[in-house]
C-alpha cells in the first residue's frame, strides 16, 4: 500500500507542473506590423534598353510581404517616393523576406534613370530610398555611330565582322581627329630618304607605321608621322597617322565626320610606305590613292583607335 501510495503522490505532482505551466504560458501580444526595409542590392547586364536589377528585403516589419518589385524613373533629381509618378515593376507577393529579381525592359538608349525597390505588408510600402535618402542611378548604353562626337575626336569607322578586334558585344573602331595637324607637311624632311619599315596598309596598321617612321627620323627630323603623333585631343597620347587602308575609311566616310575638303584637291598622307622615295596618299576630292613622292607637301588628319 505504501508504494502505491508513492506513486499517487508522484502521479500528483506531475499533473500540479503541467498545470502551472499551462497557466503560465506567454500571452503577450503579436508585435504590431511596421513597413518593411528593403535596399537595392544589385544593378547588372545593363543594355541599350535594359537592366537586370536585384532588392533585399532585410525586415519583413512583422507581416507577410504582399508585393515587392522596383520603382524607377527619368527624374534624377527628385527622391523616389510611394506617390511619385514612376513606372513600376512589382514581383508579386514574398514569402519571405531576402532577395529578389527583376528585369526591366523598354528603357530609352543613352538615358540616366533613379531606381528604388520596395515592398509592401499590412502597413504600408517600404522603399530603398526611404533608409539610403537617395536612389540608385544607372544610365543606360547608347551604341556609338559613325560620326558621333567620342574619345577626343569623331568615330570615323566601327570594325565589322571579319575586321580585326571586331566583338558583336563591345564597339571598336577608329576615331579621326576634329581637324587636320597640317596642310603642308611632308612625309619627311629628311637630307637622306631612308626606308623606314611601315609598308603596312591594313586596319591597325597605322600605329606601328608612325612608331617605325619616327624611329628612322628622330627628331629633330618633322614627318606627318611625329605630326600625328603629337596631336592631343582630348589628352590623348595615342593619336596617329592612318594607314592605307584606314585613310580609306575616312574618305569612305568623310561627310559624317565633318571632312572640311578645301581646297577640293586636298590630298592627305597615309602612313604606309610604298619603296625607298614614296609613300600612299589619298586625295578627297575624287578618292583615288596614289603613291606619293615622300617629300612633296600634303594634308594631315592624326587617327586612334578605342
Not at 627628331?219 to 596631336?231: F, G, L, N
Request: glycine share 10%.
Amino acid at each position: 500500500m505504501s508504494r502505491l501510495f508513492k506513486f499517487q503522490n508522484i502521479f500528483k505532482l506531475l499533473i500540479s507542473i503541467l498545470f502551472l505551466y499551462s497557466c503560465n504560458k506567454d500571452e503577450s501580444p503579436a508585435p504590431t506590423p511596421v513597413k518593411p526595409k528593403v535596399v537595392i542590392s544589385f544593378v547588372d547586364s545593363v543594355t541599350e534598353t535594359s537592366v537586370i536589377i536585384g532588392g533585399y528585403i532585410s525586415d519583413t516589419g512583422y507581416a507577410p510581404i504582399l508585393d515587392a518589385g522596383f520603382y524607377y524613373t527619368t527624374d534624377t533629381t527628385s527622391l523616389i517616393t510611394s506617390t511619385n509618378t514612376t513606372s513600376k515593376i512589382s514581383i508579386g507577393p514574398l514569402r519571405y523576406g531576402g532577395g529578389f529579381s527583376a528585369k526591366i525592359t523598354g528603357l530609352t538608349k543613352g538615358t540616366s534613370y533613379s531606381i528604388a525597390s520596395y515592398a509592401k505588408n499590412s502597413s504600408g510600402v517600404g522603399l530603398s530610398s526611404d533608409s539610403l535618402k537617395s536612389d540608385y542611378k544607372f544610365t543606360t548604353k547608347k551604341l556609338l555611330a559613325i560620326g558621333d562626337t567620342y574619345g577626343g575626336g569623331k568615330v570615323a569607322y566601327l570594325m565589322q565582322p571579319g575586321d580585326t578586334t571586331y566583338n558583336a558585344n563591345v564597339q571598336h573602331g577608329l576615331i579621326v581627329s576634329l581637324a587636320d595637324q597640317a596642310d603642308n607637311a611632308k612625309w619627311t624632311n629628311a637630307s637622306a630618304i631612308v626606308s623606314c619599315n611601315s609598308g603596312s596598309v591594313g586596319l591597325l596598321k597605322g600605329s606601328a607605321n608612325t612608331d617605325s617612321i619616327i624611329k628612322y627620323n628622330p627628331s629633330p627630323i618633322t614627318t606627318a608621322a611625329s605630326i600625328a603623333r603629337a596631336h592631343r585631343g582630348g589628352n590623348y597620347a595615342d593619336w596617329y597617322l592612318p594607314s592605307k587602308n584606314e585613310l580609306e575609311k575616312l574618305y569612305i566616310n568623310r561627310f559624317a565626320i565633318g571632312f572640311n575638303i578645301n581646297p577640293l584637291n586636298s590630298t592627305y598622307w597615309s602612313s604606309s610606305e610604298n619603296g625607298l622615295n614614296d609613300a600612299w596618299g589619298q586625295r578627297f576630292s575624287v578618292g583615288n590613292q596614289g603613291s606619293i613622292y615622300k617629300f612633296n607637301t600634303l594634308y594631315v588628319r592624326a587617327i586612334r583607335a578605342f
